[in-house]
């Protein structure tokens, strides 16, 4: 038995490497043949003794992302090589110095680099500490990123042998790292696919529910997009120049968020899909065929200006170029265009990496040299907690930009949401600091205002100028932010030093030593450090005269000692059942002083997780709204919770209703229906109407989420609703 059983993963294991081999498209030269045979070897070898979690033979895995490097991501042999060894120096006996023997520096210093990322990544510190280790690597090479990028992929699309807790964990950290990287470098099909997997964990069922829909739709929708690619084709053809044309539903996650957004359901989403023309031509006939297949497309279909965005001559600043237009279909139906050359489209699809393959070919071969020169800056700037860093790397670094001018005519790039301010920083900090008023267009402007593309922007500034605590207001880059703060701290620290002095002065009165008492005075004061505090005394925020009035003992001022604050005992729930329901890392709850998370209200037979807070531990819904910021944030304090009876409390939920409105019928038929047919009791029904619609709340006790949705089926089966939904 044994036997076969290694006959069967020695199979598997060189099929996968064959579909590995097949994959690269990049031509490979002897060494590349060798060094890719090699590391497939030495993986094999330390490997050899280790299996996945769904028993697999490990080495499968570092195989398998090799194989999305090649082929999704579109990487070269040296990334191939780094995949295949990228598990080895931190989970088997190989060495770097064994790396470095067999494949030199190149190679060394990515597994390097995708080492440190795995073994100084520690699941206990905030995801934003991670975060910063990620965009560390990111700086010293991008290819680490991207083949770690094929790693959490690989590990996302296997991710069902994981207990459910980790599976929450590491959804939560490729929601909120790894997806938001993937669109930022460009990789749409990555970044999708992260989204979707991560919707899969934490909301299962409304997954379920759109895949299924999409799929029993898919009939009607193939007629329809036949139906309106049929006569652009006829015109089309005439253009003699290759071109390929699709419909392509959109991503179930982005599906999930229109019906959240929209609050509609999914009937009444239009745009399931786009359709996708994508001509080959050499790089200079690109704009012109792009702008000429527009034109066929909008004579054939109407099209709706306002919904026409040119991306090729202004590409995204991840470097994506397009051509979007919504026109509108047969039957009235709104359907977005999108229309690219095969060029633009292998950069849409695989991002930085295709991007780097072109670059040269375009004028914008500077994007990913100046975001990464962003975050070098960044990173350098080191006095940054690691949630403020991340504050800053998302407005600046992820955001969209906004182009602007100086009075020459000069382009300035800022990120979208910048204002005048950041602009004068921007130009010089100087300019910035001595800011008084700024001109946009010849208009005076707020210094806060917030720039749009083309504004053409003037500053005056003057000697006397200083910046204050408010303009930390009117900033949003983290340039402005950190310049600013610099010079009120500067500005703190010199009048703070008269504050210094004064209470020197007063401490010597009062006989008492400046260094055993001045912090405690800091703190009596709610104040973060001594800066803060002198510069208040230099404002006479704080008399030092109320100093006189307390006592001294041992040469210490005292200070009445605040009250321990008082957490009033609260009982979880008021069942009759003291057994709690649940049980928290296979724990029984009782042994957790646990509530039910207010903002969600969690109901027997929801998904749910257990979050320990300042105030003890919340149980929450795994589609809470919270959920996923608080799992990101927090994931070390997120515990697993699993509901262990059928029948033990009694839940509240509350359900929004609402629907076209014929007066007191409305209430008598709802109230009927729940308690005299369901049996379920009311704790409370609000109803508001206003010409013929009316909007309502209304809470139930239910015990399980069975009873949950018998109750929101029925409601939505009376007279008079339209819709029922559970309240976020
Ligand atoms: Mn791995």
Known sequence: MEATAQIEDRKLIQQAYRQLLRSIKSPL???????IRRSYEIAVEAHSKQRRKSGEPYILHPIEVARIC??????GPTAIVAALLHDTVEDTDVTLEDIQEQFGDKITHLVDGLTKLKSD?????AQAENFK???S?????VRVVLIKMADRL???RTLGSMPKHKQLRIAAETSYIYAPLAHRLGLYNLKTEFQDLCMKVTDREE?????DKLQETKESRNQYIDAFIAPLRTKLDQLHAPYRIHGRPKSISSIANKIRKKKVPFEEIYDLFAVRIIVDVAPEQEKPLCWQVYSIVTDVHTPIPERLKDWITTPKSNGYESLHTTVIGPGGQYVEVQIRSERMDEIAERGFAAHWKYKGLTNQQDLYDSWLDGIRELLSEGDKNPKEFINDFKTNLFSEEVFVYTPKGDMKILPKGATALDFAFSIHTDIGQRCTAVKVNNKLVPMGYKLENGDQVSVTTSRNQKPNENWLKMVVTSRAKTKIKASINEEKRKSGQLGKEALERKLRQLKLDFESNVDAIVKHYGFKNRIDLYYAIYQSRVSLLDLKQLEVSNGHLVFESAKPIQQAPRSTKKGKSPKAP??????????FKYLFANCCKPVLGDEIFAFVGANGVKIHRTACPNAQHLMSSYGYRTLEADWISENASHFVVELNINGVDDGPGVIERVTSEISTKLGLNIRSFSIKGDEGYFEGKISLIVSNTNQMNQAILALKNLDGISNVTRTE
């Open 29 to 35: 030269d002897a060494t590349d043949q060798k060094n």
């Open 70 to 75: 090649a082929e999704e991501i579109g990487l």
């Open 121 to 125: 990544y520690n699941p206990d510190t």
């Open 133 to 135: 280790k990620v965009l």
């Open 137 to 141: 690597t990111l700086v010293s090479d």
């Open 154 to 156: 690989h590990n996302m």
């Open 207 to 211: 997954y379920r529910a759109i895949a």
């Open 582 to 591: 649940i049980s928290i890392n296979g724990e029984p709850g009782d042994q």
